[in-house]
């Protein structure tokens, strides 16, 4: 069975500065995908980054990358510049690849991120 | 529409009472997804929906919850008998493929409150 484990339950950062979020995880599949999503207050998840474990290059969306390291299972979240809208949880995710799944998502326990100004 | 809508956003009920509680999809969306974030438990999955069939419900806790889905759109997620652990937030989610490997768009759920 797969797992996620996020070891930070919390973290805090100035606003401007960068801060990574751990998530480590269990599998024994080869090709699947991470995801990061992001719940802010109003409860609604919002996919941050997404990353196919068959590239080998690390995503990133604007002011969001990862460090993707198969080898390790280690999938860390960098923030850079942060701002105070990005004060929310955050959950790390697994799922096993599409044609031996139904899209379940794995969801680690979460880290609650504040940015301070 | 332009989300996934959830209804009702809150939700207080009795103990042993049954609740239902309702998932728009965004139109289109051919799977569709129930999450219960709970504090103990974190974010389960429930069941999955691929269209109006339900290729996986094992992450339903017990024969209390069912759920069905009509015409590919609109899903109902049932509770009978409400107990005290069944206190959580409710997560619907869709996806327009169907395995969901894009990611999923979420709506802000349900709290449901059993007293």
């Known amino acids: 069975a797969q797992t996620v484990t996020q070891s930070q339950p919390e973290m805090s950062v100035q606003e401007a500065e960068t801060v990574t979020l751990s998530c480590t995880y269990d599998t024994s599949e080869n090709n699947y995908y991470l995801f990061w999503y992001k719940q802010p207050p109003s409860r609604q998840m919002i996919l941050v980054i997404r990353q196919e474990a068959y590239k080998q290059q690390n995503a990133t969306e604007n002011r969001f990358s990862v460090n993707f390291q198969k080898a390790a299972k280690s999938f860390s979240l960098k923030i850079s510049d942060s701002q105070l809208g990005d004060t929310a949880m955050y959950f790390c995710?697994?799922?096993?690849?599409?044609?031996?799944?139904?899209?379940?998502?794995?969801f680690g326990q979460g880290t609650t991120l504040q940015v301070k100004p | 529409g332009a989300g996934v809508s959830q209804s009702p956003s809150n939700k207080v009920t009795e103990k042993g009472k049954d609740v239902e509680l309702r998932c728009d999809p965004i139109s289109g969306h051919t799977a569709l997804y129930w999450y219960r974030q709970s504090l103990g438990q974190g974010l389960e999955f429930l069941i999955y929906f691929q269209g109006n069939s339900a290729p996986d419900k094992s992450g339903l806790p017990s024969d209390r919850f069912s759920a069905e889905r009509t015409g590919g759109s609109v899903s109902t997620l049932t509770i009978q008998r409400t107990q005290q652990e069944d206190s959580a937030v409710y997560l619907c989610?869709?996806?327009?493929?169907?395995?969901?490997?894009?990611?999923?768009?979420f709506g802000s759920g349900t709290r449901l409150t059993v007293v």
């Open positions: 995710a697994f799922m096993k690849q599409l044609g031996s799944n139904t899209g379940k998502l794995i």
């Open positions: 989610a869709s996806s327009p493929t169907p395995g969901g490997d894009y990611g999923y768009t």
